[in-house]
Structures are given as C-alpha cells and as structure tokens.
C-alpha cells in the first residue's frame, strides 16, 4: 500500500515543489536588514492549503543562513496548541519568557519580568480589544487582585522596553494557523498582538487566511474586519499565486506513486488527458489540495487496482474529495448516469432526465458548473449530446469504465461483486490461449463455480470473452481459441445457466467469441481453421450453432450481395464435416447423454439423410431402456401464470408430434403404457413417459395440445 502523505509544510527549500523559496528567501532577507527598531507587524495572506507555513519554514531556513549578528531571535508561537485556554495573552508572554533568555545573555533579565508582565496585563486585555476593561473574566482576574499586590503594568512594559532595546538585537515573533482558531480565539488573538506590537526590535511575521480571520473578526465585535485588521498589520504580503504548471508536476508524481503499478493496458494517456483538463484540474487549488486528494486515493485505489479504469477511479474520488454531494447524488442514480444512449421514446422522458441533470449541475458552485458538467460527461457519455449505443458496452466493460452498468458499483463499494468476474481472472483466461487444452479445461473449472445468483463462473467468462476477442486474443492464438471452444464448449451447457425462454444459453454464448474471431482470421484461413477444429472437437452444438449463423449470413447475402465471412460452398464442406463429426460420436454411448440430443438430431436431419436420423433412433430404441432414455431429451418445461397471481409454473410438454420424424409414437405409446402398467418407469423417466402418454391421448380424442389452453382443469 502507498505510504500517506503527511500534510506537514515542507521546511528545505531544495524540496520546493511550488516556488516558494524564492519569496521566502526575499522576505527573509527584508526582515534581517529592517533598519528600524520600532515594532512592526508582518502578515502572509493566503487561502489554507497554499502554503503559507512552507513560506513560514523556509523563511526560517534563511534567515540560519544569514551572518549570525544579522541573524534575529525567531519565536515561533502556534495559538492552535492553546486553543481553548481561558488567556491566550498569557501563553504567548509565557512562550518569549521560556524562549527569549535561553537564547541570548542579553534577554536573561527578561525572565521574571515577563513572568510578572504576564500575570498583570494577562487579564487586562479584553475581547474587545479595549485594555482595562472588565467583560468575561476580567472580573475574576480583578477579583485575584484585590487578594494580592498589584503589578504596575506599565512601569513592567517601560523596562522590557529598554531591556529590548538596549539589546540591539532583533526577535522574530512568527505566529501561524491563526486562521484555524475558533471566531472568539481568533478575535482575542488579534487583541493581544495590538496591545503588544509596539515592543522595540520585535517583528511580527503571521499568516493566515485574510477572509476567514475578517469573518471571525466580524462575527465576534461587529466591528469591519478588513479595518480592523488594517490597524494592527503594518506590512501585509500576499502569498504568490501557486504556479499552475508546479501545482501539476506535484499532483502527477504523486499519481505516479500512488497508481504507478497499475496492470498494463488500462491506462490510456489520450482519454486522461482529456479528464484531467475537463474537470480534474479546476478542482486542485492549492498544495493541500494535492496531499488531500492524493492520500484519499492511497487508501481506496489499492482494493479495487485492476477492477476499475484508473482514469475514471481518479474522477470520481475528485469529485467525492471536492464534491461531496455531487458524488452522493452520482452514487444514488445508477441508473441515470451509468448505460447506452437510448432513442427517448416519449418526450416526458427525455424532459425528466433534462432536469434531472440541470438540477446537479445547478447545485455546484458556478465557477466550476461548466468543467464539472464536461468532466461528468466524458466519464458517463450517456448524459452527454453525442449517441452512444449499446454497440460501446463491449468495449466499455473491457476497459472497466464506470459508465458500464456492471462495474459501475466497483466503483462506490470500493470492492468487486461476489461471484464477479474480475479482470486478473480474464487475463489469466487469456494467458492460456496458446493451448486449447488449458483454455478449454480453464473453462470446464469454472462451470464448477457458483456465483451467489447460482449462475456458474463459465457463463460470466464466456460472456466477459467478447470485450476481449477483438484485442487481445493475439492473431497467431485465434485459432487454437477456436479449436478450445468446439472441443469443451457442449461441456459448458448447464440449465442453472439458462433464465427463462429469452435466456440464450451457453452454446451460443460459446458460438459468439468463434463467429467474431473469425472476422480477423484471412478470408483463406477461415474454413481451413474451421474444418480443423469440427474435425478435432467434440462439441457439436457449438460446431452447428456457429454454422448456422454462417448460413443465415450466406443466404442473405445471396440477395443483397454482401461480402460475407464464408461462402456457401464453403459452410457446405463444413456442414459435411460436421455431418461426419455427428456420425462417429452417434456410435458412442455418451452421445445418447447429450444436453442438447433432441436439437442435434434436428440439425442432423435437416443437414443430412432423414432415413439415417429414423434410423438411428429405431436402432437406439429397440431396447426399452434405449427408449427411456431418448424421450426425455424431447422433455420441455413451458412457463404459465394465472391472471392476478404472481407466481409462475413450470409445466411439462412433450408433444408426441415432436417425435413422428424419428419414432412410431403409436408403437411407442403402446410400449411405454405396458411398461407404465408394470412399474417399470425409472424415476428419471417418470415425468417425461407421463406426458407423453397424456398427450397422445389428447392427440387420439382429437384435442391439441399445443393448443390455448389445452391443459386447464
């Protein structure tokens, strides 16, 4: 895990990042050759976070390598460690008391004298800058007094005066976070350093923020901040505006460090070029902005490295650091931001998503309304002017952008769903495509797994296959993932795969990667690839769903002249080969035990001999265990649910039409009745010999069942 940052100023100007030494040194330089001795107030302006006390440091820095009788007392005071203190003019005196006489023999008679200065004028300065006053505990202190003798203040201040002054030796009062003090303390402080800037030799060098301190002013006295301030500070300086090509060159080698080993292949320069200018850039201010926003990415990006596209990770934790309720409203609306353009169907609809977003955008601060609506857009373009159709989510899920509605949520869990794909599982699919054997027994380990929805890790790997076989599937290796795929792919069939009647199932989702990856084979390669593949594979509902779709595409080219991936002379070798392939595996017992048998025997039929198909199947049932075994391949479940019921049925069909090409079902029949009479239906049998012997009998009294409602009671 990358180290944090630690949000301390820098202090060796050799590590100067933003250009702040040189300003530093100047001023250092201005306050060792002040000719004066009259006191005198410094104030370094500038917005928390931009680096007032690195400014602070190196000033410091300087001034120790400044000839030493140049060279004055530095007394750093924080008011923060004594925020919340009843007396913070007491702490500041108690702070040059402990300072001043360890560091030069002159100030050694300073000692008691501020001890005794402190505990006189510490009650003495109120909260309205007026000395003498008796508001909050200025009583209690005149209440002490009149316990024991009384300081004579200004008698006190006379002789540090002169001790200060015949000392011929300059202090440096530096005095930083002023601007993260509470209203009241920010206030008091002010007040004491008015009543004690006109101390001889001492300089005053504070920072802090003008505008918070003017508030803080303001609300506490009601008296003008600004003016306020103006009495007290003699030379104010702003802090130099960060240089923007600095503030940059910092973010991006913290990036660096932070995202430097991201696995190859996501990061894409081009596009972050493009989000950073967009929207990124406008939000990083100040130096603070970038320990901030670079530490927040230290702790989430390393959970979800490899899961995410680093670009848009970067994004949206800016936008989560910097816009917090933009990234909640983000977060709550999926569905809104994350998907394909769609055609609006009704005008209300495309009106609602309108306002939708012009609602966020009016919520963000105006002078970034306009980079952040850029910046959201070319992250999610859904919401943007340009059409994105569903044909960009295959490439969106390859290169784990947000705006695909699976890997969205990655993004805001912070974690990879269970039972998820996750990209180093693709890449070691991948990785094994020079050898179809461990691409195909890779594939035949996954079916073994179960996601917590019950579907099997195989399906969600052939399915994440397609964002990868235009890319990545190195040309050489193209075929040997084809011979993988036809050989394992009927391995791959799984009815906890399939969903309902839209479900396509896992041979076509086996088919798919096939059909696509032979658009890059040459158009000389392609049947030879194939034929190769059917010749040495086994699976041969993957082999026929493949040809069919070759097929359909040479008919229809037929009429429109299109050029297609084969042509019909070809797709009829293959038919051929498959035919063969069918042929060999038929002799085997385990064809009898195929999930698809009753679609293989269809094709077989329609591509081959149908006498050979009745054939076969005659032969196959000559035995009454041949023939249970055969009819519940033809077995079908139909779904049904009644008006006003949510449930739905599984309702077994097995229509004895389905079978005339291959059987006598009246022969049949007669059979599987005798054998029903007998007791002699296996249990794995039962349902479909039900069915079948209910259905014939509808087809013999003249009913249909595939008729509406054939089979209600």
């Known amino acids: 895990m990358t180290p944090l940052s630690a949000d301390r100023p820098s202090i060796d100007p050799m590590d100067d990042l933003f250009g702040h030494a040189p300003f530093a040194k100047s ?24 680096g007032k006390s690195t400014v602070l440091a190196y000033v410091s820095h300087y001034i120790d390598q400044e000839p030493e009788e140049s060279q004055p007392v530095v007394v750093a005071f924080n008011p923060w460690w004594f925020s919340g203190q009843e007396n913070l003019a007491r702490a500041f005196l108690g702070q ?24 006189g004028v510490g009650g003495l300065i109120d909260l309205s800058g007026v000395t003498g006053g008796a508001a909050g505990t200025i009583g209690k202190f005149i209440a002490k007094l009149t316990k024991r003798k009384p ?35 920010t206030r008091q402080l002010f007040t004491v350093i008015k009543a004690l800037a006109d101390f001889p030799n001492v300089v005053y060098l504070l920072a802090f923020d003008r505008d918070v301190a003017a508030q803080a002013i303001e609300q506490q006295s009601g008296l003008p901040g600004e003016r306020y301030l ?29 995202l430097g080993n991201t696995p190859d292949g996501l990061f894409d320069q081009s596009y972050w070029t493009n989000v950073f200018f967009d929207g990124i850039d406008p939000l ?64 209300g609809d495309r009106n609602a998503a309108q306002a939708f977003h012009q609602t966020w955008a009016n919520q963000v601060t105006e002078s970034l309304r306009a980079s952040t609506k850029a910046l959201l857009e070319r992250i999610f373009p859904k919401i943007g002017q340009m059409g994105h159709g569903s044909e960009w ?14 890997v969205f949520p990655i993004y805001f869990k912070l974690t990879v769903p269970l039972g998820a794909v996750r990209r180093n599982e693709m890449m070691a699919l991948l990785s094994l495509a020079a050898s179809p054997v461990d691409f195909g027994d890779a594939l035949v380990r996954a079916k073994t797994e179960r996601r917590p929805d019950g579907l099997s890790k195989a399906r969600a790997l052939l399915e994440r296959l397609m964002d990868y076989v235009e890319k990545d599937v190195p040309a050489e290796h193209i075929s040997t993932v084809i011979q993988a795929l036809f050989n394992v792919g009927d391995s791959l069939i799984d009815p906890a795969d399939e969903r309902g009647m839209f479900d396509f199932g896992n041979v076509s989702r086996a088919s798919r990667p096939v059909y696509h990856l032979l658009k890059r084979l040459p158009a000389n390669q392609r049947v030879g690839v194939l034929d190769a593949a059917i010749k040495a594979g086994i699976a041969v509902a993957v082999h026929s769903c493949v040809l069919r779709e070759l097929e359909d595409d040479a008919t229809k080219a037929k009429e429109s002249g299109e050029v297609t991936l084969l042509s019909p002379d070809e797709v009829a070798q293959l038919k051929a080969t498959w035919l063969d392939k069918v042929r060999t595996l038929s002799c085997e017992a385990s064809f009898i035990v195929h999930p698809e048998l009753s679609r293989l025997l269809a094709v077989w039929r329609q591509w081959g001999d149908d006498a050979e198909v009745r054939a076969w199947c005659g032969r196959f049932t000559e035995s009454d265990d041949g023939l249970l075994a055969l009819l519940p391949k033809f077995l079908q479940h139909t779904r049904s649910q009644t008006m006003g019921d949510w449930a739905v049925r599984l309702e077994p069909r097995l229509n004895p039409t389905w079978l005339e090409n291959y059987l006598d079902t009246a022969a049949c029949s007669q059979r599987l009745a005798e054998l029903t009479r007998k007791g002699m239906i296996p249990g794995e049998a039962e349902e479909a010999v039900s069915q079948f012997l209910k259905e014939f009998e509808m087809l013999r009294a003249g009913k249909s069942p595939d008729g509406l409602g054939a089979f209600d009671e």
């Open 151 to 185: 300081k004579d203040v200004p008698a006190l201040k006379a002789e540090i005066s002169q001790i200060l002054r015949d000392a011929k030796k300059r202090i440096l009062v530096v005095i930083d976070d002023i601007d993260r003090l509470a209203p009241d303390e």
């Open 27 to 50: 001023l250092a330089e201005s306050i060792c050759r002040y000719p004066g001795s009259d006191g005198l107030v410094l104030a370094l302006y500038g917005p928390w976070g931009s």
């Open 284 to 347: 990083i201010k100040v130096p603070r902005d970038v320990v901030r926003f670079t530490n927040t990415l230290s702790v989430t990006y390393p959970a979800v490295r490899g899961e995410v596209n680093p670009v848009d990770f970067i994004a949206l934790e800016a936008i989560r650091v910097f816009l917090p309720d933009l990234y909640g409203v983000v977060r709550a609306n999926s569905e809104r931001f994350s998907g394909h353009s769609r055609d609006a169907r009704y005008e």
């Open 230 to 258: 103006e009495k007290i500070i003699q030379v104010p300086f702003e802090l130099p505006p960060i240089d923007r090509v600095a503030l940059r060159a910092a973010l991006f080698k913290r990036l660096d460090q932070v």
């Open 96 to 119: 040059l008391q402990a300072v001043l006489p360890s560091r030069s023999d002159k100030f050694k008679k300073l000692g008691d004298l501020l001890g005794d200065f402190a505990e």
């Open 393 to 406: 989510l295959a490439e969106w899920r390859r290169n784990l952008r947000a705006c695909h509605p699976e």
